[in-house]
């Protein structure tokens, strides 16, 4: 594991380098959330509603609740993109430049996956401190409990791992196809809706929520929200976090046999 903990420390040293990036990436976040308080404002306003239902649910939000959530969810779908990293490997792939990972005793799956943690690192630590402070300003909303924030802590890890192995299995179909680039691109604006970055997916119809439940997009964003906000009983937590730890195993076992079929086939050339 020395190899890979050396690829971590030196992309989080790149990251430190560029400090600007974070700043941006806060920007993005705020200003997300100044748009999405602006609309749930028209809408309450508009609707006379004082709360708004959960579908499937008897629980419900009120405004408050519900924009602490909306906000947790752009940072939580912040901390889990892969951009950079995936841009990379896919210009790996297509500039023959994978080569030299082929003559090493390192695997390509966890090396990019140091890479992937050491590039967002910056991210982390920044953001984290916004959710302290975001903690401090609604105790009884954000992390109610000591149970909450460990279980935000431990579904969020899930969230991130399983947001890489998605990536993963996207990339690697730049083996069989020219550009995979715009894949990755309609991946992240289709998960800025159905991952529920912006909308909470609890407020989706409850027709919609059948399929989600059947795919890990809701363990991307809305469980560790979902944790961090105290919507889940410990049964409950336990249950879900059982399936994603399921998923985990799953698209990782994908990731690595969708690779090995496709390093089988490859011809190293570039272009």
Same mark, same amino acid.
């Given at each position: 594991?020395?190899?890979?903990?050396?690829?971590?420390? *030196?992309?989080?040293?790149?990251?430190?380098?560029?400090?600007?990036?974070?700043?941006?990436?806060?920007?993005?976040?705020?200003?997300?959330?100044?748009?999405?308080?602006?609309?749930?404002?028209?809408?309450?306003?508009?609707?006379?509603?004082?709360?708004?239902? *959960?579908?499937?649910?008897?629980?419900?939000?009120?405004? &408050?609740?519900?924009?602490?959530?909306?906000?947790?969810?752009?940072?939580?779908?912040?901390?889990?993109?892969?951009?950079?990293?995936?841009?990379?490997? *896919?210009?790996?792939?297509?500039?023959?430049?994978?080569?030299?990972?082929?003559?090493?005793?390192?695997?390509?799956?966890?090396?990019?996956?140091?890479?992937?943690?050491?590039?967002?690192?910056?991210?982390?630590?920044?953001?984290? &401190?916004?959710?302290?402070?975001?903690?401090?300003?609604?105790?009884?909303?954000?992390?109610?409990?000591?149970?909450?924030?460990?279980?935000?802590?431990?579904?969020?890890?899930?969230?991130?791992?399983?947001?890489?192995?998605?990536?993963?299995?996207?990339?690697?179909?730049?083996?069989?196809?020219?550009?995979?680039?715009?894949?990755?691109?309609?991946?992240?604006?289709?998960?800025?809706?159905?991952?529920?970055?912006?909308?909470?997916?609890?407020?989706?119809?409850?027709?919609?929520?059948? *399929?989600?439940?059947?795919?890990?997009?809701?363990?991307?964003?809305?469980?560790?929200?979902?944790?961090?906000?105290?919507?889940?009983?410990?049964?409950?937590?336990?249950?879900?976090?059982?399936?994603?730890?399921?998923?985990?195993?799953?698209?990782?076992?994908?990731?690595?046999?969708?690779?090995?079929?496709?390093?089988?086939?490859?011809?190293?050339?570039?272009?």
């Amino acid at each position: 594991m020395t190899k890979y903990f050396s690829v971590l420390r *030196i992309n989080w040293i790149q990251a430190l380098e560029y400090r600007g990036n974070a700043l941006i990436g806060l920007f993005a976040i705020f200003s997300g959330l100044f748009i999405e308080y602006q609309i749930w404002t028209l809408i309450f306003d508009s609707s006379n509603y004082t709360e708004i239902a *959960i579908s499937g649910s008897d629980q419900t939000f009120n405004f &408050l609740q519900l924009i602490v959530f909306i906000f947790l969810s752009i940072i939580v779908g912040q901390l889990k993109s892969s951009w950079a990293t995936s841009f990379q490997m *896919i210009f790996e792939i297509r500039q023959g430049l994978i080569n030299k990972y082929l003559i090493r005793p390192i695997s390509y799956f966890w090396y990019h996956f140091m890479m992937f943690i050491g590039t967002n690192s910056l991210y982390y630590i920044v953001y984290t &401190l916004v959710i302290i402070c975001f903690a401090a300003v609604f105790p009884e909303i954000l992390f109610p409990t000591i149970q909450s924030l460990i279980g935000f802590i431990l579904s969020l890890i899930i969230s991130i791992y399983l947001s890489y192995c998605i990536y993963f299995i996207m990339v690697c179909f730049a083996f069989w196809f020219g550009e995979v680039r715009s894949i990755v691109l309609a991946y992240n604006l289709g998960m800025l809706m159905l991952s529920g970055q912006y909308i909470p997916i609890r407020l989706f119809p409850e027709k919609a929520l059948e *399929i989600i439940r059947w795919t890990p997009l809701q363990y991307l964003v809305d469980f560790p929200v979902s944790t961090a906000v105290g919507l889940f009983s410990f049964n409950q937590w336990l249950y879900n976090f059982s399936f994603a730890l399921l998923w985990c195993v799953l698209l990782t076992g994908i990731s690595f046999i969708i690779y090995s079929k496709a390093i089988s086939q490859y011809e190293a050339y570039g272009q």
